[in-house]
């Protein structure tokens, strides 16, 4: 089993910058795909980004594309999640996941989640 731990998140104005984490406390990390979702009030859990478990395959949501990067360093066993130029859209719990497949960017797809974290960005 995989255990994930997002951190990071926090309150930030338009503009601003914030950057999420992921622990994970299983002894395959370097064999797993990991994508980073979102999930505003009343809406579903969404896509963001996703890199593949040698870091060679990163794909974003058009709405994050040249905003947000994803990185991960499989000797910690974290993955990151750098955001910038944050708009209050992106205001949502932003979810760490975790599959043993290739990438992915259906959340059912996925084997592994983590609690989230919540980001709000203020106008």
Not at 84 to 106: F, G, W
Request: with cysteine; glycine share 10%; aromatic share 10%.
């Amino acid at each position: 089993q995989v255990q994930l731990v997002e951190s990071g998140g926090g309150l930030v104005q338009a503009g601003g910058s914030l950057r999420l984490s992921c622990a994970a406390s299983g002894r395959t990390f370097s064999t797993l795909a990991m994508g980073w979702f979102r999930q505003a009030p009343g809406k579903e859990r969404e896509f963001v980004t996703v890199i593949s478990s040698s870091g060679s395959n990163i794909y974003y949501t058009d709405s994050v594309k040249g905003r947000f990067t994803i990185s991960r360093d499989n000797a910690k066993n974290t993955v990151y999640l750098q955001m910038n130029s944050l708009k209050p859209e992106d205001t949502a719990v932003y979810y760490c996941a975790a599959r043993h497949a290739i990438v992915a960017v259906t959340p059912n797809l996925y084997d592994y989640w983590g609690q989230g974290t919540q980001v709000t960005v203020s106008s």
